[in-house]
């Protein structure tokens, strides 16, 4: 069983930078994991923002964020962290952190929620103009 916990959410101005963590918990090891960052405005669907195996060898960005987000691991401290600089206005959402084991060698990052079993509880992130 897996727990995750996000922190660093926050109100920031547009242009600004934040940095989300994801402590990931429980009896697994995190290299053993793809780790991602999801996003959900009210009255949407949850939007893909950013994977990551837990060795860090691969990623994955939506192009909404690619080049301004970048998520890395910290194995020691078993985080996963999402540092998004030049933040704008539609960056605003609540940002959860999932994670999936691996289950096969030859599988692929991926970018739907449903693909993902763990999932946090959510932290807000607003940016205003």
């Known amino acids: 069983q897996v727990q995750l916990e996000e922190s660093g959410g926050g109100t920031v101005q547009a242009g600004d930078s934040l940095r989300l963590s994801c402590l990931f918990s429980g009896r697994s090891f995190m290299e053993s994991h793809v780790l991602a960052w999801f996003r959900q405005d009210p009255g949407k669907e949850r939007e893909f923002v950013a994977s990551i195996t837990g060795s860090g060898r691969n990623t994955d960005y939506a192009d909404a964020v690619k080049g301004r987000f970048t998520i890395s691991v910290e194995n020691r401290k078993k985080m996963v962290h999402l540092q998004m600089n030049g933040m704008k206005v539609e960056d605003t959402a609540v940002y959860f952190c999932?994670?999936?084991?691996?289950?096969?060698?030859?599988?692929?990052?991926?970018?739907?929620?449903?693909?993902?079993?763990?999932w946090g509880q959510g932290t807000q992130v607003t940016v205003s103009s």
């Open positions: 999932a994670a999936d084991p691996i289950r096969s060698v030859y599988f692929q990052l991926s970018r739907l929620p449903t693909d993902y079993d763990y």
